[in-house]
């Protein structure tokens, strides 16, 4: 779910605009996990552009003041996450953590850094949500420390049918302030992809792990 379609298209143009996203449907790069994808998100990129990087902060700040109301502690995800969280925490004069994908294996092996208490309440933010198992990680990590988890919000997700799966078994409700339709619809209207893209784009989605263009 997003804010609305308005905002959702304003961060897909920033997205599309600095290249935190690129779309190649008939170049496809190779994820790490081995999926032949049209599209690789590297949402780091909006830190660099103060424009961006303001308007999405206030845009979870309003997403989380909507949705979830005001939280005890703002959270992190490792490592994408952890920036645009700190700004969120600064914005809001909130405490902040960030938490790591597993336990240093070395030190005090912690894998949330910073104060946290048991019974505090935590929105965690992220960049972006592909199948979500990582960004659960840590709100598993939090729940364990005795926290209660409000939801996740995050800049972008590609709207996996099993992502919004794991993230309902988790019961973790989360929002994202863009998503693959709105930027599938900004990169048509500004001629960066074809109506021909746009299938390749769809059947991509439908079905990630199996999709290959050359077949």
Known sequence: M?????????VAQFLLQIKAVVLKPREPFTWASGWKSPIYCDNRKTLSYPKIRN?????????IDQHFGRPDVIAGVATGGVAQGALVAQEMGLPYVYVRPEPKGHGLGNQIEGVIEPGQSVIVIEDLISTGKSSLKAVEALRAAGCTVKGMVAIFTYGFDLAEENMKNAACPYYTLSNYQALIQNALETNYITKE??????EWRSNPSEWNPSL
């Open 197 to 202: 893209d746009v299938k390749a784009l769809e």
């Open 2 to 10: 997003y804010l609305s379609e308005e905002s959702a298209l304003k």
């Open 55 to 63: 308007f999405i902060r206030q845009e979870f700040v309003k997403t």
